[in-house]
C-alpha cells in the first residue's frame, strides 16, 4: 500500500519562507510518477501548484511562478516545495500527489500553511 506523508506547513508572515515535504513508502515505483502539489483553500477548488515529472520537467501555477520550487529526490522518494515570498492568499492545506496515466495515484493527508502577520 503506497502512502504519500506531507510536512513543513506553519505559520509564517508574509514574505517568509517554507520547504513542505513529502514521503512516499509503499510498493511503488517512484521514479514512473508525475509528484504534484495541490492546494486548497476554504471555500475554493483544490488547484494544482507545481508539478515535477519523472524526467525533471516542472511545472507552476501562475500564481506561484518565481516564488515556488518543486523538486525531487527519486533515490529517497521525496518531493519538496520551496515556497518563498509567501502572501496571504497562499493560505491553504497542501496536497502531495502521485500520478501516473496508467498506474492512478495516491493523495497525501495534507499540511496546513497559514501566511498572517
Known amino acids: 500500500q503506497v502512502q504519500l506523508v506531507e510536512s513543513g506547513g506553519g505559520l509564517v508572515q508574509p514574505g517568509g519562507s517554507l520547504r513542505l515535504s513529502c514521503a512516499a513508502s509503499?510498493?511503488?515505483?517512484?521514479?514512473?510518477?508525475?509528484m504534484n502539489w495541490y492546494r486548497q483553500a476554504p471555500g475554493k477548488q483544490r488547484e494544482l501548484v507545481a508539478a515535477?515529472?519523472?524526467?525533471?520537467?516542472?511545472s507552476y501555477a501562475d500564481s506561484v511562478k518565481g516564488r515556488f520550487t518543486i523538486s525531487r529526490d527519486t533515490a529517497n522518494k521525496r518531493v519538496y516545495l520551496q515556497m518563498n515570498s509567501l502572501k496571504p492568499d497562499d493560505t491553504a492545506t497542501y496536497y502531495c500527489n502521485s500520478h501516473h496515466t496508467l498506474l492512478g495515484g495516491t493523495w497525501g493527508q495534507g499540511t496546513q500553511v497559514t501566511v498572517s502577520s
Open positions: 515535477v515529472t519523472p524526467g525533471d520537467t516542472t
Open positions: 509503499g510498493r511503488i515505483s517512484f521514479s514512473v510518477y508525475t
